[in-house]
């Protein structure tokens, strides 16, 4: 804790502030210090356990994570708080997890739209990795009927996954490009030079651009 306290840096926690996280410790050194600690499963427990941000983001990145039971990464998810532990906990240790299905379908439709935001996170993956068995129609069903209105955190779930569908699935694609371009949720979005636009015809077009000229 004390390494880390040494790692902050105020322009980095300028940063972070204006996307909802309360850490000053810059990514990169984060990493850094996590390949030299390697994996420690019982030094992540202690990690996750003092509740400050940084030291989350530590434990995820070196945590053991086919070692949690599904109870307990529903509670971690719970407590997560702050969008990049939220973030990395999905993404670096539950799709690494036994339990990822059950916990994406118990996630999905849950009532907290930052835990219904996690079940949105897992299914974006699965659509694109694994998609055998999941009702796109559907999903885009859900999209169209509730991503206008949802909260932020949710709302950007599900648009990663109209996303998604439009770029993986050809077949689904006019439908996606059509929902987004009636919502448009995240057409204003700020987006920097050489990056591509979240707004999901742009983010599509784009992707699938690249697919082609590749």
Known sequence: MAE??????????????????????????????????????????????????????????????????????????????????????????????????????????????????????????????KPGGLDLGGLLDIVETRMKDAPDRLQWAMNHCLAAIGIEHAPHRDRALAIGERLKVLEDHPTPPGCTSPYAPVWITEMVRRRQDA
């Open 4 to 129: 880390l306290a040494g790692l902050a840096d105020p322009r980095a926690r300028a940063v972070n502030e204006r996307h909802g996280d309360d850490h000053a410790v810059n990514l990169g050194a984060l990493r850094a210090l996590a390949k030299r600690l390697k994996t420690r499963h019982d030094l992540a427990g202690e990690l996750w356990e003092t509740g400050d941000s940084a030291a989350r983001l530590l434990a995820v990145l070196i945590c053991r994570p086919k070692a949690f039971g599904r109870d307990e990464l529903d509670a971690m998810l719970r407590a997560a708080r702050t969008p990049k532990v939220q973030d990395w906990l999905v993404s670096y240790v539950v799709k690494k997890s036994p339990h990822a299905e059950e916990l994406r379908t118990a996630w999905f439709e849950d009532a907290d739209p930052v835990v219904a935001s996690a079940g949105w996170a897992l299914t974006t993956d699965r659509v694109a990795k």
